[in-house]
């Protein structure tokens, strides 16, 4: 099993930025790749961004391209969420996702990132 705490949401207004932590312990060799997903009000959870654990291949969302970004450090098994010129509409709650070898995959609590002025 693994385990995932995400941390760094709060409040920012437009323009600012926030980086968001997602630690995870367990079974973290099994991990794959990290993915970072986000669920607005009365809208279906998507997929903002992801990492492969191993080579550090990315990918993101169009959504959130040259605005976001995702990084690992394996050696503290976490993965972090740059994102910078936040829009009303990153407004959302933010999921840490790991996906292990053999489809399995774990969720975070999540965390409320609001962007408001």
């Known amino acids: 099993q693994v385990q995932l705490v995400e941390s760094g949401g709060g409040l920012v207004q437009p323009g600012g930025s926030l980086r968001l932590s997602c630690a995870a312990s367990?079974?973290?060799?099994?991990?794959?790749?990290m993915r970072w997903y986000r669920q607005a009000p009365g809208k279906e959870r998507e997929l903002v961004a992801s990492?492969?654990?191993?080579?550090?291949?990315?990918n993101y969302a169009d959504s959130v391209k040259g605005r976001f970004t995702i990084s690992r450090d394996n050696s503290k098994n976490t993965v972090y969420l740059q994102m910078n010129s936040l829009k009303p509409e990153d407004t959302a709650v933010y999921y840490c996702?790991?996906?292990?070898?053999?489809?399995?995959?774990?969720w975070g609590q999540g965390t409320q990132v609001t962007v408001s002025s």
């Open positions: 367990g079974s973290t060799f099994n991990i794959y790749s």
């Open positions: 990492i492969r654990r191993m080579e550090g291949s990315t």
């Open positions: 996702n790991a996906l292990l070898h053999g489809s399995i995959d774990y």
